[in-house]
């Protein structure tokens, strides 16, 4: 790094870790140096898992897939609004998303009524499909007693991988405001 012309100092090594570990930390330092912490961190647009021993004494295995994330489904349902003659915002489709249970906010939102049960049909397979492909990438961690599940997709999934992993209920945590838990974390750290 130079300053004023001149090298005040060079960097030598850089470790990068993904955004998994520090957004988990938080439980990470409630464990037993003994226990051990899944992390699974699904984003927008990517999914990180880190296998993290208790008191973060050690990383034990990372596994990121930057193709693999929420937009998965936001984009299979941003085409089928469209096909209702509802092009909206990425915004207004995570609504449509988050409300698909509402047959009232439903029918407010996309434009042909005929065309609401095709748009909820897209929804649930689209999250069936993303649900399938992060419990395979789940199903090659071994050895954890823990798993917090974060970021903007935990909603969608959570359940699925509760039920998948079979842990004691005091073992499984959903972040609460799993978008934020990165931004906590990193609070956390200093």
């Not at 090298?7 to 439980?27: H, Q």
């Not at 464990?31 to 008191?55: E, F, N, R, W």
Request: hydrophobic share 40%; net charge negative.
């Amino acid at each position: 790094v130079k300053l004023n012309k001149g090298v005040v100092f060079n960097i030598t090594k850089v470790t990068v870790r993904p955004e998994s570990i520090p957004a988990g930390i938080s439980l990470c330092d409630e464990l037993k140096p003994s226990h051990s912490v899944l992390i699974i961190d699904l984003g927008g647009t990517t999914l990180d898992i880190s296998m993290v021993a208790g008191q973060m004494t050690s990383v034990s295995r990372i596994y990121g897939d930057p193709k693999l994330g929420v937009s998965l489904v936001t984009d299979a349902v941003k085409l089928a609004l469209a096909r209702a003659n509802t092009d909206t915002s990425s915004y207004n489709v995570d609504q449509i998303i988050i409300n698909r249970h509402d047959e009232e906010y439903l029918t407010d939102n996309i434009n042909d009524p005929d065309a609401v049960s095709e748009v909820k049909k897209v929804i649930n397979n689209s999250i069936e499909r993303l649900t399938t492909r992060v419990l395979t990438a789940i199903d090659s961690f071994k050895g954890y007693s823990h798993a917090i599940v974060i970021g903007g997709g935990a909603p969608l999934v959570a359940d699925a991988i509760r039920e998948r992993m079979g842990l004691r209920e005091d073992r499984f945590v959903v972040a609460e405001e799993p978008q934020f838990a990165l931004v906590r974390g990193l609070k956390i750290i200093g």
